[in-house]
């Protein structure tokens, strides 16, 4: 195991446990991590994440995470949706986002202070408050990373 995998299991760790604690039962959720740098590349991925983003779109990903101007809204990644981009705190936005044709599945991009993390989350009876603990959650694991170095 690199220590790109234990960070991997960090956040996903923090993300779902707080998740498991806030979200309605009858809504559970899996979550997929992948983290790599502001340019796109990989460090070290959950071994069950499915996502196939290109390092082009990882690096859209990663700047429109930051704030900054991209297409990602008119020109987001293969199969995907994205929303909106959320201020989480004075640290960091999240870029929210759903796959086309699975409600359920959930995407979330955030940058700490040296690498780009993606979250996908396959949320069962998913509704609008289960996508609001979700990004909670995914916060939750972010602000956590940060604390913690990464």
Not at 49 to 61: A, L, N, Q, V
Not at 85 to 103: C, E, I, R
Not at 110 to 134: F, H, I, Y
Request: aromatic share 10%.
């Amino acid at each position: 195991m690199s220590e790109w995998d234990s960070w991997v299991n960090f956040v996903l760790g923090h993300a779902a446990n707080e998740y498991y604690q806030n979200a309605p039962a009858d809504s559970p959720a899996t979550w997929h991590i992948h983290i790599g740098g502001f340019d796109g590349s990989m460090y070290a991925k959950s071994a069950d994440f499915d996502g196939t983003f290109d390092m082009s779109e990882m690096s859209k990903m990663s700047i429109a995470s930051n704030g900054d101007d991209t297409d990602i809204f008119t020109a987001p990644p293969k199969g995907y949706t994205i929303v909106r981009v959320v201020p989480a705190s004075s640290d960091f936005n999240v870029l929210t986002g759903k796959k086309k044709g699975d409600a359920g599945r959930l995407l979330y991009v955030a940058r700490c202070t040296s690498t780009l993390v993606v979250a996908l989350v396959d949320v069962q009876n998913c509704s609008r408050g289960c996508e609001s603990k979700a990004m909670d959650a995914f916060s939750h694991g972010i602000t956590e990373a940060i604390a913690a170095g990464i």
